[in-house]
């Protein structure tokens, strides 16, 4: 028996619990998910019974999925553009030599909002888009724009948009917070070397800052794009996927099958499919962005 | 060797604490001698859930043997989690249901207690209510509920503003389409809906369905095994409802708005007419003193329905079937609903009683003793259509009626996707 060997014994040891942890808490519920989607039944009836795929079936010819999907997707193009798109300009502004000495105060006003419960948000927003007395539409008519005063979470074409918005207001300065943090590790050197080459202000960004950060930018997307396909409370608090269907998500539909509808098989389906998109996404971009190797 | 099985052990049982420690704290059903009845309602408001904290405590003095435990869900996630709650193996033994299809999915499920025999034994307990807040909470002839409340639906209007048009408070809907007709005409806004919770915009389909469609069409529709929903009148009642909004006789934006808001705007003089339930009558009249008057919903001319139905139902409590003390339970619902405790009800927060007497002109406000006496002489109650029907059919009703209102969908589409849920309700009741 060598050392190496008994070594790593010990190791798997120190690794066991978290294993088994892991394995209770994650693996089993996914595997039973997978099990529960084939049955019929609820969650206060002892009957169960089989219907094989039939949930999945009915899943793909069910229009609510599609506006489900679409919203989803939306919700992740959407964040992408503004949480880490604008979050990475707005980060390297304020990490600007101009503007650095005012930092701590955006820094702090921009992260604010993500600090504050999803709750207080949603209705504080729900408030806010009141069509009479909310602030948005306030606003609006005092700066002249009648026509833009629309009733926002009450017309099933734009109600989506008003809760995504609310979603890059809460989060953009989270993704800023974590964006100067990695901005902050570049070693100094290289942008002196830059300035003496004579490099411009967009170059340095583009040549130094981008290649420098790819691993916290993906990461940000791959947060951003999996928390825009798990989305639920901004959505339940402020609309509860209507007005009709209209906003409604995966997560929204997923709870809505299970305890409104009684519907627990199905709602177990949702999940199954929940699960696929979001492991098949962080797959992609982890071999997009081929994590773990330095640049 | 040996030692690191000790680690492991260890380790395991490191584990096994931890998990053991997650579940299961509390179990103990009897604490020294004592009945423990746990007592679930939906009314955690500061005006309300102060009624039942003193009816259990004078009911904890009467019967020192039993311990009740309080808890309280609001409306809306009472109706999620009351099904999750049935589920799990702490079940409530009493708990809130309304009546209709809502108490009897969970006597399908055999969740809820037959309470037929406890009835039949103390006919004087039976007796003492309005025979017509028994029946909704009835299934093949048993009894599952006792109701604590006896609500129903009207129109409430501003006197101020009647008065000013010299209208009067129509019966029929032709005479109401008239009255609409002259407020808009007048500037006014007619009627004020909050319909960012959709069931305020169901209560009017309620009454409309109640009243368009044959009763005996409607009730086969609205029993999950033999529902088809292809009589024209559920168009025709949905025609009317979208008409209301097409000739602008709804306020604006009914969607963003919620009803709270909607009796704000009625208390403010923003709107002459209002679609409120019985238990809301007391807070109208603290907000408007005296100028306010209400009609039941009008009886339509070409409506194949009983014109003299009054919306509403009543709510109240189911007992689980997995309760250990059925007696004890039972004593608590008879002590709940006794005539005391019923003109407390009354009294302390003007809510309507199912009690025969309880709600008088002495007692209650005096537009809520007549909108009992209504309920009393009506025919038959309309009961909520989201809780009368099937959930998954309530579903599609409560989610298309706002893109209804909106606009973005027809009658016909909507009834098509009820025929269609129908169907699939049918072929999985047994």
């Known amino acids: 028996m060598t050392k190496t060997f008994r070594n790593s014994r010990t190791a798997i040891l120190f690794i066991l619990p978290a294993l088994l942890f892991i394995l209770f808490f994650v693996f089993l519920p996914i595997v039973l998910n997978l099990y529960n989607s084939l049955f019929r039944w609820n969650s206060f009836d002892a009957g169960r019974v089989f219907v094989g795929l039939e949930y999945y079936g009915r899943l793909f010819k ?234 | 060797m040996r030692r690191k099985i000790n680690v492991l052990l260890a380790v395991l049982l490191a584990f096994a604490l931890v998990l053991t420690g997650c579940s299961s704290s509390s179990s103990s059903g009897e604490e020294s001698g004592k009945v423990v009845l746990k007592f679930l309602h939906k009314w955690p408001q500061p005006e309300y859930a102060p009624y039942f904290e003193e009816v259990v405590k004078a009911f904890e003095k009467e019967n020192p043997d039993i311990k009740i435990k309080i808890e309280a869900i609001a409306d809306e996630p009472i109706k999620d989690k009351l099904r999750v709650i049935l589920g799990g193996n702490e079940v409530p033994d009493i708990m809130f249901s309304w009546s209709g299809e809502f108490a009897r999915k969970f006597v399908r499920a055999d969740a809820a207690l037959d309470l037929t025999p406890y009835l039949n034994e103390d006919t004087a307990w039976k007796d003492s209510f309005i025979p017509a807040s028994l029946q909704p909470f009835t299934s093949n002839e048993k009894n599952y509920g006792i109701p604590l409340r006896f609500n129903g639906k009207f129109f409430v209007y501003n006197k101020k503003i009647f008065d000013k048009y010299q209208l009067q408070a129509p019966t029929t809907w032709d005479e109401f389409i008239q009255v609409l007709d002259t407020l808009k005409k007048g500037g006014e806004t007619p009627i004020i809906l909050g319909n960012q919770s959709p069931w305020a915009a169901i209560h009017y389909l309620t009454g409309l369905n109640q009243k368009m469609v044959a009763q005996d069409v409607r009730m086969k529709d609205y029993n999950p095994k033999s529902g088809e929903f292809t009589d024209p009148g559920y168009v025709k009642a949905m025609e009317m409802l979208a008409d209301l909004n097409k000739k602008g006789y709804f306020m604006k934006n009914v969607n963003s708005s919620s009803h709270d808001m909607g009796q704000q705007l009625f208390a403010a003089g923003k709107g002459a007419i209002f679609y409120v339930e019985l238990e809301e009558f007391q807070t109208i009249e603290n907000n408007m003193k005296g100028n306010w008057g209400f009609f039941p919903m009008p009886s339509i001319a070409d409506g194949k329905g009983s014109q003299s139905f009054i919306t509403g139902a009543p709510d109240g409590f189911i007992v689980s079937s997995k309760t250990k003390h059925p007696k004890e339970a039972i004593k608590f619902l008879k002590f709940l609903t006794n005539k005391d405790n019923a003109l407390k009800l009354v009294k302390q927060i003007g809510w309507p009683s199912p009690i025969d007497g309880a709600t008088n002109p002495d007692t209650a406000l005096k537009e809520v003793a007549e909108g009992v006496d209504y309920m009393k002489k009506a025919e038959g109650m309309a009961e909520w259509l989201d809780t009368d029907v099937h959930a998954k059919v309530a579903d599609v009703y409560l989610s298309n009626i706002q893109l209804l209102l909106d606009g973005s969908k027809s009658p016909e589409e909507i009834i098509k996707e009820v025929q269609k849920v129908a169907k699939q309700v049918q072929s999985e009741v047994e």
């Open chain 1, 62 to 295: 069910d229009p609510i999925f599609f506006t489900a999907l679409k919203n989803n997707s939306l919700y992740a193009v959407i964040s992408l553009v503004f949480q880490v798109g604008i979050g990475l300009i707005i980060a390297a502004v304020l990490e600007d030599k101009l503007i650095r000495r005012f930092q701590p105060f955006f820094r702090t006003v921009f992260f604010i909002p993500s600090v504050i419960s999803i709750a207080v948000v949603g209705l504080l927003w729900q408030l806010l888009y009141n069509p009479e007395v909310g602030l948005v539409n306030g606003v609006l008519k005092t700066l002249g724009q009648s026509e833009w005063a629309l009733s926002w979470l009450g017309d099933s074409k734009i109600a989506i948009y008003a809760v995504v918005a609310v979603s890059q207001w809460q989060y953009t300065g989270y993704m800023v917070m974590l964006f100067l943090l990695a901005m902050q590790k570049i070693p100094f050197e290289y942008y002196e070397a830059a300035m003496i080459d004579g490099a411009s202000k967009i170059k340095t960004f583009l040549y130094i800052t981008l290649p420098q950060m790819k691993e916290m930018i993906l990461v940000g997307t791959v947060i951003t794009v999996i928390g825009a396909f798990k989305v639920f409370d901004e959505v339940y608090v402020m609309t509860n996927g209507g007005p009709g269907r209209s906003t409604e998500v995966l997560g929204t539909m997923l709870y809505r099958a299970a305890f409104r509808n009684d519907e627990m098989g199905y709602a177990s389906t949702i999940g199954t499919i929940i699960f696929v998109v979001t492991l098949t996404l962080s797959l992609i971009q982890l071999k997009i962005g081929k994590s773990g190797q330095e640049v």
